[in-house]
């Protein structure tokens, strides 16, 4: 499907990043610190802000410029509701650590809207609800039993759309219903990492970027860190870099591998066609395998949609090519419009589906948001922080979802991937089609 491209078309960089102002000047790297953060994203800068507002020194190195990876290059969907259903937590953790993780999602959520005004972040925090789009009727089927053990196992609020009503949400024949979560929002993702990221420095805390750590040693009862700005030596060291971590840290690498995410934006569409096709102007996520996620600009203006474009790394025209023949599916109307960008991020994903806050070796870390980073990351961010200092407001029930290895990942690169997506496109994706077109 041959794709038009509009005459500002920036390939390869995020829409997102034409509202952030120009990096500051470069940080030197001090001698020493309690607490050393290594990840400049959200949960990074989170767990510096944490760290410090409880006494400690604190310094944050970052390979790339601050929030250079998913924290400013994801979709912005603002939520914290755990990504398994309440069965499959019980049957990997245990009832007990499955009633915890239902029964966190709504302080999470209500602790990250409070660190927006708190720190007064200006990034377009919109509570528009998010629904998830039953793809098949046995997508929605689950989504009936999922509503009644979110009721019964949390305060988040949740409500069923029937697929007679889904005309008020989205304009398309595709789904069979829905799962609408009205508490969650959209925020304009890179200016959300802005905002941390001054919060962070008006506290007079280094953000060292382009520090990437090339080694660490045990020296004392703390750590010896080499960085490419020099060396640092610090108590305490909390990892945060989930799908951009480096070979300094193999454990880590060897649990949460970095799985990409693609987006797309269109260009600037009639007001007429945006009221049209996206009604409830939700931010909105379906239920089959491709992880198809799309939502309207802050202005209103744009359509968003990202997804599996592949699971191994592919350019941002090819990207751009498989997102817009899947949206084209969902919504025929837009067959035709030009996109402005086409640009992919990292996210780290764990073989169990879940984020983990623990401790390895000495170094405390929150890694493996799959996909669910932005309310997850900086709430569990400042967990792990928290739990480095020996603060009781660490507890989570994320420290009971632990990093496990698997055989499909004997090493540092995550090469079963190929594999992955040639199975998902032969025969995961055909399936979900061939039910989906049964049910209709």
């Known amino acids: 499907m041959k794709i038009e491209w509009a005459r500002e078309a920036d390939l390869g960089t995020p829409y997102w990043w034409s509202a952030l102002d120009a990096p500051e000047i470069g940080e030197d790297l001090p001698d020493t610190c309690d607490v050393l953060v290594v990840g400049a994203g959200y949960a990074g ?56 993780l239902f029964a966190e999602a709504k302080p999470a959520l209500d602790w990250a809207r409070d660190l927006i005004a708190r720190e007064g972040i200006d990034c377009d925090l919109q509570q528009t609800g998010r629904i998830q789009l039953a793809y098949t009727p046995a997508h929605f089927a689950n989504q009936r039993k999922m509503a009644q053990v979110v009721t019964a196992k949390s305060d988040v609020q949740v409500r069923l759309v029937e697929r007679a009503d889904l005309g008020q949400e989205i304009t398309t024949s595709k789904y069979h219903g829905g799962l609408l979560f009205p508490e969650h929002g959209a925020i304009h993702p890179a200016k959300f990492h802005q905002g941390l990221l001054r919060a962070v420095r008006r506290r007079g805390v280094p953000v060292v ?16 860190v080499e960085t490419a700005k020099g060396v640092i030596r610090a108590d305490k060291v909390v990892l945060t870099t989930n799908g951009y971590t480096t070979r300094a840290f193999r454990w880590h690498m060897a649990r949460v591998f970095p799985l990409p995410s693609y987006i797309i934006a269109t260009e600037e569409l009639p ?9 409830g102007r939700r931010m909105m996520v379906e239920t089959r395998a491709r992880h198809s996620y799309f ?14 474009a592949s699971m191994a790394e592919i350019g941002p025209e090819r990207a751009a090519e498989q997102l817009y023949h899947i949206m084209v599916g969902i919504w025929p109307e837009l067959r035709g419009v030009k996109l402005s960008h086409s640009w992919r991020g990292f996210t780290g994903y764990s073989f169990s589906h879940m984020p983990h806050v623990g401790h390895d070796a000495g170094v405390h870390y929150a890694m493996g948001f799959s996909g669910s980073g932005t309310v997850m990351a900086p709430w569990l961010g400042s967990k792990a922080a928290y739990q480095a200092v020996g603060d009781a407001r660490g507890a989570t029930g994320y420290s009971a979802t632990p990093l496990n290895r698997n055989w499909l990942h004997p090493f540092e690169k995550p090469h079963f991937l190929q594999a992955a997506n040639l199975w998902y496109r032969q025969v995961v994706d055909r399936v979900e089609d061939w039910q989906a077109g049964a049910g209709r």
């Open 45 to 100: 800068l989170s767990a510096a802000l944490a760290a410090h507002d409880t006494g400690a020194r604190v310094v944050v190195v970052d390979a790339a410029e601050p929030g250079h990876g998913a924290s400013t290059r994801n979709g912005g969907m603002f939520g914290a509701h755990p990504r398994l259903g309440w069965a499959d937590l019980c049957d990997r953790f245990g009832a007990e650590t499955a009633d915890t």
């Open 209 to 224: 970027a382009h520090a990437a750590v090339t080694g660490r040693t045990p020296e004392g009862a703390g750590h010896r």
């Open 271 to 279: 007001s007429n066609l945006i009221g049209h096709i996206a009604p």
């Open 295 to 308: 939502r309207l600009s802050p202005d209103g203006k744009r359509v968003l949609f990202g997804g599996r």
